[in-house]
């Protein structure tokens, strides 16, 4: 388990990038934290670091929101967000994450507790942000993520 400080927003996503550099095609990152912890911050990093097309924000309402790569041979990016799904598996499973788990990477806001069946190979990221605004990523490696570089 490693931590990293945050001071500003724009440095949740600048973690976020340089993640976003070393992911790959099966990936699956999840999530966690209050509201305004940086999840979407963080996730906004993460595309740049792919280089994903589209405007990446929290996608509440319509629970998941497809980026595909600039480049061909890319790798496309699906942002989920679980907070509507209240825990309920059943709804995660008609999402069909597993096949996008495949090509795609996965990050999951609000995905603790929820989506780590998908793969046990995950890297957790848990994003607080304290009383005097610092954020901090407490980054919690699974399966395979153990032995693979983190931007730390």
Do not use: C
Request: no cysteine.
């Amino acid at each position: 388990m490693k931590t990293v400080e945050l001071p500003l927003v724009t440095d949740t996503e600048e973690f976020g990038r340089k993640l976003g550099e070393l992911v790959r095609a099966g990936d699956l990152l999840l999530l966690a934290g209050p509201l305004g912890a940086g999840k979407t911050a963080f996730v906004r990093g993460l595309a740049r670091g792919m280089g994903v097309q589209g405007r990446v924000s929290s996608p509440t309402f319509v629970v998941a929101r497809v980026h595909e790569p600039e480049q061909a041979g890319g790798v496309r990016l699906v942002h989920v967000d679980a907070y509507r799904l209240g825990g309920h598996l059943d709804e995660l499973d008609d999402l069909d994450l597993d096949t996008d788990l495949v090509d795609a990477v996965v990050a999951v806001e609000w995905g603790e507790g929820v989506a780590e069946r998908l793969n046990e190979d995950h890297l957790l990221i848990r994003l607080e942000r304290g009383i005097d605004d610092v954020r901090t990523a407490q980054l919690v490696p699974h399966g395979e993520w153990v032995d693979r570089p983190l931007p730390v």
